[in-house]
C-alpha cells in the first residue's frame, strides 16, 4: 500500500502495555493436597502497571511472567494508515509500516476500511517496535557483515 497519511498513538494506559506481571499457579496434587505456585517479573524494581493473572493449573516452572514482561515494552503503540488500495487487503494480515521518526512497526491487521468516496484504504493496528536488522539477533543466523555469525 502506498500510504497517505497516517496516525499513531502511544499509550501506557492499554492493556497490552504493562513492566510486572504475576502468574498464580493453584492445583490439587496427586495426593490431594493443595498446592500454590507464583510466578512473577517486573522490568524495574518498582513496576508500574503490574498484570494479575491466576491459573486453575499445575506449576510449570518459572519464566512465563518473565516471557510475557519482556515481550510488553514495545506495545502500547496503535498505528492506523490509510493509503491507495490494491483490493487486497484484510483483517489478520502480518503488517509492517515505517514512519518517520519511529523504529519498524510491526502487528496483524486488526481493521480495514474502503473508503469508496476517495478511493483509499484505512488499516489500523496495534503493533510493536521492532529493529530494522531483527533478525539479526536471532541466534545462528547470519549477520549483515559477510562471514560472521550471531550466536547470542
Known sequence: MNITAADEKLS???????????????????????QTRTDAYALTPSPSKVIRVELN???????RA????????GKG?????TGIPSWTEQTD??????LDGTPIQTGITSSVRFNLDDDTVTVTSR???????????????????????NNL
Open 12 to 34: 501506557r494506559d492499554d492493556e497490552s502495555w504493562f513492566d510486572g506481571a504475576v502468574y498464580v499457579y493453584r492445583w490439587t496434587d496427586e495426593t490431594g493436597a493443595a
Open 66 to 73: 518473565q516471557n510475557i514482561v519482556q515481550r510488553s515494552p
Open 93 to 98: 494480515q502480518a503488517l509492517q509500516v515505517l
Open 57 to 63: 493449573t499445575p506449576y510449570p516452572g518459572a519464566g
Open 127 to 149: 503493533t510493536t517496535d521492532t529493529p530494522a536488522d531483527a533478525i539479526d539477533l536471532l541466534p545462528g543466523t547470519i549477520n549483515a557483515l559477510p562471514g560472521t555469525i
Open 77 to 81: 503503540r496503535t498505528v492506523a494508515v
